[in-house]
Nanobody, 128 residues
Framework: QVTVAESGGGSVQAGGSLRLSCVVS????????MGWFRQAPGKEREAVAA???????NYADSVKGRFTISKDNAKNTAFLQMIRLKSEDTAMYYC??????????????????????WGQGTQVTVSS
């Protein structure tokens, strides 16, 4: 059984940093992509960042230059390093696997249909 589990959320002051982790169990990690999404109260879930099997990354405009997505294939873990956090980054953060991402070939990495398995989420709260 393949499972996805996020961790690393918490409460920080504006300007602070957090690193989220996403561990994937039960599947070979190196060959597929990963995405991070977030959902703030009262808002729709939005794509934050994605990385494909070759390590190419994509970011939402709102987080470019502040967030970095990466993955450690040996540890079956993806990361989202977040710096200079803002109050508007407050949300539940989810990671998701993409077994065969199509976004390197023109599909949209924002499209949730690209992703197959989701974690339960980890809360990030940024106070101003």
């Amino acid at each position: 059984q393949v499972t996805v589990a996020e961790s690393g959320g918490g409460s920080v002051q504006a300007g602070g940093s957090l690193r989220l982790s996403c561990v994937v169990s039960g599947y070979t990690f190196s060959t597929y992509g990963m995405g991070w999404f977030r959902q703030a109260p009262g808002k729709e879930r939005e794509a934050v960042a994605a990385i494909d099997g070759d390590g190419t990354t994509n970011y939402a405009d709102s987080v470019k230059g502040r967030f970095t997505i990466s993955k450690d294939n040996a540890k079956n873990t993806a990361f989202l390093q977040m710096i200079r956090l803002k109050s508007e980054d407050t949300a539940m953060y989810y990671c998701a696997t993409a077994w065969a991402p199509r976004w390197p070939y023109g599909a949209s990495w924002h499209d949730e249909s690209e992703y197959n398995l989701w974690g339960q989420g980890t809360q990030v709260t940024v106070s101003s």
